[in-house]
């Protein structure tokens, strides 16, 4: 009887020591590396046998256990169990010890895996809100960035509009329209009193080198009044600083060939041309230019070129791929071209480059564009093609038609007009502001100058591509003979009243 509970305490001793080496691989191995605690040493049979082995008996077939080669080794302290003929006394032992240490810190292991499981828990969940209080805050300044800028496309240049006439420090300009008028009457009545004294040098605008017919008929009509003229050959896609150099060459050469002094009149971006020669290189011009025209020149600006190259609005980058494209591509041109006709650009300019209004006479002349329904019926003669005639047969004529040997001019027309019209509609329901379609009336007066601002409503492109003679209304080439007229008529005066100013000096110092 003694040997049968013998064996059985045996073998619960076995299971206990494999559960709890099971548990121990389980969780406690983990839970000791996590909080950093040495392991416990634990007691491992060894592999050869358990502590106790099961057979199976052929007689009564009841089982019975045998003891291992070790001995018996049951974990009951200060008791004698008969073993056959071996008496086992165990007392406590260091095997005994680490199963018993085991068990009792059973539950201490089990408090510090909760805690484990618990701090991994609100770990991951603190780094799962913080991942989503990145992205919310990813999304709120995209969003803040967004709003940005549709504010900035929607404002657009309505603070940039007329800003040259926000600042106190710059000359008041002067309405020169009534004379204008009236000059412009008599030249209609054939009295013309430009004088042969001076070279007139016309400067063409933007994309002038795509339009051959861009100040030709002006040309011609000063050519016939026994007038030197000409047109500025310069690059019209290239930037201002370019263009300047480019003009201050040409008034050079013109000034030293016919020793007299140069008239200048700028169209659109050729005005600011020239206004940039004068500024930059002053020095070297003020004996050989004698007054300066800016006809539908954007002095201040224009909004069609901040709106398109304006950073920090919608699509901005992408606008500006396109405009890059359509200039540097298939224009051939320079950017800088279209940049520096932005208010940005022009502010910079002006703050670093004055111009001279006190030492030479200079004109602002702006219009509005026409707006009406007939306007998109108006197409604009811009230039020419020439198409040679195929030979046909005489069938038994000697005579040959002359005609057919020489080559066919093709006008080339095109809706400008119409396209200027839409464009000043547009200006004029987003701004408010009245256009040429191209350039805002007020960022086309430069300060210190005599400005026109007839009541005729004009586009952009009239004063250059205008042919039209004989009715009730003067062409652009009449037009440009009348600013110019007054242009002279400014000089004489300025040059009368510096002469009046010296004799009074002189006078004065003679008495004293």
Request: proline share 5%; hydrophobic share 40%; with cysteine.
């Amino acid at each position: 009887m003694d040997d049968f509970f013998t064996r059985i305490v045996s073998l619960t001793s076995y299971l206990r020591d494999r559960l709890i080496h099971f548990v121990e691989d389980l969780l406690f191995r983990d839970v000791s590396r996590f909080f950093h605690i040495p392991a416990i040493p634990s007691y491992r049979p060894h592999s050869r046998s358990p502590c106790c082995t099961y057979q199976s008996s052929p007689k009564n077939c009841s089982p019975s256990f045998e003891p291992s080669d070790y001995g018996t080794h049951i974990l009951i302290p200060g008791r004698r169990v008969r073993t056959g003929s071996h008496v086992a006394v165990t007392k406590y032992s260091s095997l005994s010890f680490c199963a018993i240490f085991q068990g009792l810190t059973f539950p201490l292991y089990s408090f510090k895996c909760t805690c484990k499981l618990g701090l991994s828990y609100l770990g991951d969940t603190f780094s799962y809100l913080r991942r989503c209080c990145r992205h919310l805050r990813h999304i709120h300044v995209g969003v803040r960035s967004f709003i940005v800028r549709v504010r900035r496309t929607l404002q657009g240049s309505s603070e940039d509009i007329g800003w040259l006439q926000k600042y106190p420090e710059l000359p008041p300009v002067e309405d020169g329209t009534a004379r204008y008028m009236e000059l412009l009457h008599s030249i209609r009545n054939g009295e013309h009193s430009l004088p042969n004294s001076f070279v007139y040098l016309l400067i063409p605008g933007l994309f002038s080198n795509h339009g051959p017919l861009y100040f030709v008929n002006t040309k011609k009509f000063f050519s016939k009044m026994g007038l030197s003229c000409h047109i500025a050959k310069i690059h019209s896609e290239a930037s201002v600083e370019r263009n300047a150099w480019e003009l201050k060459q040409c008034i050079e050469e013109l000034y030293w060939g016919s020793s007299k002094r140069v008239m200048l009149l700028g169209h659109s971006k050729g005005g600011i041309d020239a206004a940039a020669a004068l500024s930059i290189y002053w020095s070297d011009l003020e004996t050989k230019v004698a007054g300066l025209a800016l006809v539908q020149s954007p002095y201040g600006g224009t909004p069609i070129a901040s709106d398109i190259l304006r950073e920090g609005q919608i699509v901005d980058k992408e606008a500006r791929r396109i405009m890059e494209f359509i200039i540097c591509k298939i224009i051939k041109g320079d950017m800088r071209a279209l940049d520096d006709l932005t208010y940005e650009k022009r502010k910079e300019f002006i703050t670093h480059h004055a111009l001279p209004y006190d030492r030479i006479p200079i004109i602002s002349f702006h219009t509005q564009a026409r707006m009406a329904p007939g306007v998109l019926a108006t197409m604009s003669h811009i230039a020419h093609a020439e198409l040679p005639w195929l030979p046909l047969p005489s069938f038994g004529s000697c005579e040959v038609d002359s005609a057919r040997t020489n080559p066919t001019k093709v006008p080339i027309i095109i809706p400008l007009s119409a396209a200027m019209a839409v464009c000043a509609l547009h200006l004029r329901l987003r701004y408010g502001e009245e256009s040429d379609g191209l350039v805002m009336r007020r960022d086309a007066e430069v300060p210190g100058s005599v400005v026109v601002r007839p009541d005729r409503k004009l586009d952009h492109g009239w004063m250059v591509y205008s042919s039209k003679r004989g009715g009730c209304e003067a062409d652009a080439s009449e037009m440009c003979e009348a600013l110019l007229t007054q242009l002279v008529e400014i000089r004489k005066g300025r040059h009368g009243e510096s002469i009046m100013a010296q004799a009074v000096f002189e006078n004065e110092f003679e008495q004293f």
